[in-house]
């Protein structure tokens, strides 16, 4: 017998951890349970075509909001070419309604729902004994499926007790096979808040893995010199104890390579974790912190339990360590958030000076509290996948499009992090931040730049031309390009001028006599011993900015930022 787990991942550099604790917990029957990861820039044809050669006899596909798509359409065609595959589908787009989803699907067997592992390995237990032809054991027994009987019928069994998570296996014990790719982690299931927006407030039982193996599996990952685990814990800081623990080891036991992710709720943060986190390795952790609205109104409505005078004092203390990537979110399309109230939020997160803000839409998801109350805040959404806003009564379709314009203005000129010092400069122009995205992304738009796939360069170019419309004199734009040539060049070593930075302040003779010195004296450029004057010259950049004169250093960059290093240089 074979048994094909399936995951269609947005990303290559994606994994799915759930089709790996599936077969990791049923180890038993490993050798009869394959994996197959796809993503969803593969096409249909292509993904059918790969099942087809694997001829599975049972076909278990995870199904996501953002794979739920493809796997409609994979599930709708296997059957077609597989009459004797048996089709199971599990994961959250299906575990709402699962009834309904077999209604839809004829061709589909049968619907995992909620924690998979243990009703997998019984799964697993049936089917093996259906293929030996022994007929014992009925589906009716398994909890936490939903199926298909012989009549036609389809029957719900009740849902399955939460699992203990420390008895599921690592599954990560060939790391070969996940190489340049995002691991994912998870130290405890469940979530202790109820935000109405979110399924995990829906599992109230949170569960802890246990330390000991905790601790092993970091070892493991630091070991093997890991990029970037993801911890997927839904607030990882919950309980003090178990984040205490798990930050203090990570930072004993770094080795300068793995970066750790983490989820956590800014204001749950203590003195003694700020005063950890802050003594870490700059780029050993970074932190995603849900702000989703400053609105008082709309965070009571939503059940977000947030204190955000503690948010603002913890992500800044954070942001003075230097050390820590720190990622705010806000969610755009929530109750009593309009426009007006959406760009306060913006601006109250945005003097927080994280290194990124991700302006999000609202997922109206299915068994979701959001869901219910849809017709009670005039949500109207998307019927396709991810079921994203388009009103609701406080903010129009048109304001809609404009939040949209605004994030992708805030994702190139400020996530990016390669605008800053100008963008920084060229919000004492403006009202307020928001009020400057906003004219950007009108800029963007008067000038048919919009729907375009602009060059790194070009964006600076447009910068330039956008801000020379702000600026009222000629000193004014002047420093704004001083800036603008700051930015560029911390990040690009750019040996051909771009024509809207004007001439080098730099003569080649001045440049040529500092490294000619600088390959003798290796005052500013440590490390470059061995190199002549001409390849350090290729290898760095000197710029004469308000001032001063700059020496780049592209060897050695910021772990956060990826900033060139940079000296003034003393003439």
């Keep these: 017998m074979k048994v094909l787990l399936a995951a269609v991942n947005a990303k290559y550099i994606h994994s799915n951890l759930a089709v790996y604790s599936l077969r990791a917990y049923a180890r038993q029957y490993r050798e009869e349970i394959e994996i197959a990861?796809?993503?969803?820039?593969?096409?249909?044809?292509?993904?059918?075509?790969?099942?087809?050669?694997?001829?599975?006899?049972?076909?278990?596909?995870?199904?996501?909001?953002?794979?739920?798509?493809?796997?409609?359409?994979?599930?709708?065609?296997?059957?077609?070419?597989?009459?004797?595959?048996?089709?199971?589908?599990?994961?959250?787009?299906?575990?709402?309604?699962?009834?309904?989803?077999l209604k839809r699907y004829p061709g589909v067997a049968g619907v995992m729902r909620g924690e998979g592992e243990a009703t997998f390995a019984e799964l697993l237990e049936y089917w093996k004994k259906q293929d030996c032809g022994n007929e014992k054991g009925t589906l009716s027994e398994i909890k936490g499926i939903v199926y298909r009987a012989e009549s036609g019928e389809i029957r719900e069994n009740p849902l399955r007790p939460?699992?203990?998570?420390?008895?599921?296996?690592?599954?990560?014990?060939?790391?070969?096979?996940?190489?340049?790719?995002?691991?994912?982690?998870?130290?405890?299931?469940?979530?202790?808040?109820?935000?109405?927006?979110?399924?995990?407030?829906?599992?109230k039982c949170l569960r802890f893995r246990d330390m000991g193996i905790v601790k092993e599996e970091l070892q493991f990952f630091i070991d093997h010199e890991v990029p970037q685990v993801k911890f997927v814990d839904r607030t990882f800081n919950c309980r003090h104890d178990h984040a205490m623990e798990v930050w203090t080891y990570i930072k004993e036991h770094d080795r300068g390579i793995t970066n750790f992710h983490f989820e956590v709720a800014a204001d749950l943060l203590n003195e003694a974790e700020i005063r950890l986190i802050r003594s870490m390795r700059p780029g050993l952790i970074q932190l995603e912190i849900g702000v989703q609205s400053a609105n008082d109104e709309t965070l009571r409505e939503i059940r977000r339990s947030m204190d955000l005078d503690k948010v603002r004092d913890r992500v800044d203390r954070i942001r003075k360590g230097g050390n820590v990537h720190q990622h705010l979110d806000l969610i755009a399309g929530l109750p009593y958030e309009g426009y007006e109230s959406f760009a306060r939020s913006f601006d109250a997160v945005y003097a927080m000076k994280p290194e990124q803000l991700q302006l999000g839409?609202?997922?109206?998801?299915?068994?979701?509290?959001?869901?219910?109350?849809?017709?009670?805040?005039?949500?109207?959404?998307?019927?396709?996948?991810?079921?994203?806003?388009?009103?609701?009564?406080?903010?129009?379709?048109?304001?809609?499009?404009?939040?949209?314009?605004?994030?992708?203005?805030?994702?190139?000129?400020?996530?990016?992090?390669?605008?800053?010092?100008?963008?920084?400069?060229?919000?004492?122009?403006?009202?307020?931040?928001?009020?400057?995205?906003?004219?950007?992304?009108?800029?963007?738009?008067?000038?048919?730049?919009?729907?375009?796939?602009h060059s790194r360069?070009?964006?600076?170019?447009?910068?330039?031309?956008?801000?020379?419309?702000y600026l009222a004199d000629l000193a004014e734009k002047k420093e704004c390009m001083q800036w603008l040539t700051l930015d560029l060049y911390m990040r690009d070593?750019?040996?051909?001028?771009?024509?809207?930075?004007?001439?080098?302040?730099?003569?080649?003779?001045?440049?040529?006599?500092?490294?000619?010195?600088?390959?003798?004296?290796?005052?500013?450029?440590?490390?470059?011993?061995?190199?002549?004057?001409?390849?350090?010259?290729?290898?760095?950049?000197?710029?004469?900015?308000?001032?001063?004169?700059?020496?780049?250093?592209?060897?050695?960059?910021?772990?956060?930022?990826?900033?060139?290093?940079?000296?003034?240089?003393?003439?």
């Design 37 to 101: 990861e796809y993503t969803i820039n593969q096409t249909i044809d292509d993904i059918l075509m790969d099942l087809y050669l694997r001829q599975p006899d049972v076909l278990c596909v995870s199904c996501y909001l953002w794979n739920i798509t493809y796997t409609r359409q994979i599930v709708a065609e296997v059957s077609k070419i597989l009459p004797r595959t048996q089709i199971w589908l599990g994961g959250p787009e299906v575990s709402y309604d699962a009834a309904d989803v």
């Design 162 to 203: 939460v699992l203990d998570l420390s008895s599921v296996p690592f599954v990560y014990g060939h790391i070969e096979d996940f190489r340049n790719r995002i691991i994912y982690y998870e130290s405890s299931r469940g979530c202790p808040f109820s935000c109405s927006y979110c399924l995990s407030s829906i599992d």
């Design 361 to 453: 839409f609202l997922k109206v998801l299915k068994g979701s509290l959001m869901h219910e109350r849809a017709e009670e805040y005039g949500l109207v959404y998307q019927e396709r996948p991810p079921y994203e806003v388009l009103k609701t009564k406080w903010l129009s379709y048109g304001e809609i499009i404009r939040l949209k314009r605004v994030e992708e203005m805030t994702e190139v000129y400020y996530n990016s992090g390669q605008f800053r010092h100008t963008m920084e400069y060229l919000r004492r122009k403006f009202a307020s931040p928001f009020s400057m995205y906003e004219a950007l992304a009108g800029y963007y738009e008067e000038n048919g730049l919009l729907g375009v796939q």
């Design 457 to 469: 360069l070009a964006r600076y170019e447009i910068l330039s031309r956008f801000a020379g419309g």
């Design 493 to 571: 070593n750019v040996k051909n001028r771009p024509a809207f930075l004007g001439e080098e302040q730099t003569t080649k003779e001045e440049a040529a006599a500092f490294y000619k010195k600088e390959a003798q004296e290796y005052r500013y450029l440590k490390g470059y011993e061995g190199y002549d004057s001409r390849q350090m010259r290729k290898m760095t950049h000197m710029e004469r900015l308000r001032g001063k004169l700059l020496l780049f250093d592209y060897r050695k960059r910021n772990p956060l930022t990826g900033d060139a290093a940079v000296y003034e240089v003393k003439e």
